[in-house]
C-alpha cells in the first residue's frame, strides 16, 4: 500500500508540475517545435506513464469496505448521472483540440501564430467554472465498490483534483485577468448554481 501511495503522489506531483506556470513560461520562451508540441506531449505522457501505476494497483489484493446495493444505488446513479451532466455540458463549450494540444501542434505546422487560451462563460461555464473538475469527483467516488486500495487512490486522487483545480484558476487569473476575476465573483468554482451568468468576461 505504501507503494501504490507512493505510485500515485509522484504521478499526480510529475502531472501538476509539468503544467505549473514556471514550466508552461520556459515552453514560451523556448517557442519553437517544444511550444507547439508541449500540450500534446504533455496528455500522452500523462497516459502513457498511468498505465503502469494502474497495472500495479490492480495486481494487489483488495478489502471491500463498501459496496452499492439496494437503496444505495440511487445514490450511485445520481452521482454519475451528475457527472455525466458535468462532462458533457464541458465537452459543448471546451476547445476539445486545443485540451488535448493538437490546435497548438497545427499552428506550430502551419507557423502560424499560437493560438491563445479560448475561454467563455456560454452553455455549463455559466453555473460552474471547472465541470470536468467538478464530475471528475463525483465519478471518483460513485464509481465501482469501495475497497481498503481504493479508498487510499480515491482520497490521493481528490486532493490532486483540487490542487489542480487551484493551479488552473492560477494560470487563468495571469492569463485572462481581471475580467476572469469578475467572473470568478459570481460564478462558483466546483459546485455548480442554478442562476446563470451572463457576463461576458
Not at 82 to 96: L, R
Not at 105 to 123: C, H, I, M, V
Request: proline share 4%; charged share 15%; aromatic share 14%.
Amino acid at each position: 500500500m505504501i507503494l501504490l501511495a507512493t505510485l500515485w503522489l509522484c504521478w499526480c506531483s510529475l502531472h501538476s508540475l509539468l503544467i505549473t506556470d514556471a514550466a508552461t513560461r520556459l515552453v514560451q520562451q523556448k517557442g519553437g517545435f517544444l511550444q507547439g508540441a508541449y500540450r500534446l506531449l504533455y496528455v500522452l505522457f500523462a497516459f502513457l506513464s498511468l498505465a503502469p501505476v494502474l497495472r500495479y494497483q490492480l495486481s494487489l489484493e483488495q478489502h471491500l469496505i463498501f459496496s452499492w446495493h439496494g437503496p444505495w444505488r440511487i445514490v450511485q446513479a445520481v452521482l454519475l448521472l451528475y457527472s455525466a451532466i458535468m462532462f458533457y455540458g464541458g465537452k459543448q463549450v471546451y476547445d476539445t483540440s486545443f485540451f488535448l494540444g493538437i490546435r497548438q501542434w497545427q499552428d506550430y505546422r502551419k507557423n502560424t501564430k499560437a493560438t491563445e487560451l479560448p475561454f467563455t462563460s456560454k452553455g455549463i461555464l455559466g453555473h460552474v467554472r471547472h465541470p470536468w473538475y467538478s464530475g471528475s469527483f463525483t465519478l471518483l467516488w460513485g464509481m465501482g465498490s469501495l475497497t481498503d486500495v481504493t479508498l487510499l487512490v480515491r482520497i490521493i486522487l481528490s486532493l490532486y483534483l483540487i490542487v489542480g483545480t487551484l493551479l488552473e484558476e492560477r494560470k487563468l487569473n495571469r492569463l485572462l485577468g481581471t475580467p476572469y476575476r469578475q467572473y470568478c465573483k459570481e460564478v462558483p468554482m466546483l459546485i455548480p448554481k442554478l442562476t446563470k451568468f451572463h457576463g461576458k468576461p
